[in-house]
């Protein structure tokens, strides 16, 4: 029953971690950590990273399982829910733009928004391309129906 419970969990949120286990189920440390463990060794899930490991059922893809880590952080989470919500061929954020709306750093954003740009969830658009300023910068949504199919598939 129990096992059946935390499998349930990673099945239902991928990249999920130790904490959120705890959380969801109210069991305890070592009742989690004996099944994560059981299910490691007989091959029904997969651990990514190794300090705050993330868990997945076998079959998700290695790419898969990146981009899913990508977008279970809060942060990235919000940014790419921001631009889903808000953002079209004519609206373009720029960092400050969105770190306004997040409210983080613009420091903390622009990392994120690399991370993003890097694994092609956001594009950096330039705005007045006759002017050369790096606040003429701005980001949107690229693929947006691929991306939306994926966060419905995976449940982020």
């Known amino acids: 029953m129990r096992k059946e419970i935390v499998l349930g969990l990673i099945k239902k949120y991928p990249g999920i971690t130790f904490n959120e286990i705890l959380h969801e189920t109210n069991l305890s440390n070592g009742v989690i950590?004996?099944?994560?463990?059981?299910?490691?060794?007989?091959n029904e899930i997969q651990k990514e990273g190794e300090k705050r490991g993330k868990y997945f059922i076998k079959n998700i893809p290695k790419k898969d399982r990146m981009l899913i880590i990508i977008l279970r952080n809060k942060t990235n989470n919000n940014i790419i829910k921001f631009l889903m919500d808000n953002s079209n061929d004519q609206n373009i954020f720029s960092t400050k733009d969105i770190a306004k709306h997040i409210k983080k750093s613009g420091s903390t954003?622009?990392?994120?928004?690399?991370?993003?740009?890097?694994?092609?969830?956001?594009?950096?658009?330039?705005?007045?391309?006759?002017?050369?300023?790096?606040?003429?910068?701005?980001?949107?949504?690229?693929?947006?129906?691929?991306?939306?199919?994926?966060?419905?598939?995976?449940?982020?």
Do not use: A, W
């Not at 950590?33 to 007989?42: A, G, T």
């Open 109 to 156: 954003i622009s990392v994120s928004l690399k991370t993003l740009q890097k694994n092609n969830m956001v594009e950096r658009v330039i705005t007045y391309k006759n002017v050369k300023l790096t606040n003429d910068l701005g980001y949107k949504i690229y693929k947006r129906e691929l991306l939306t199919r994926f966060i419905v598939k995976y449940n982020l």
């Open 33 to 42: 950590s004996h099944y994560l463990m059981k299910l490691l060794d007989n």
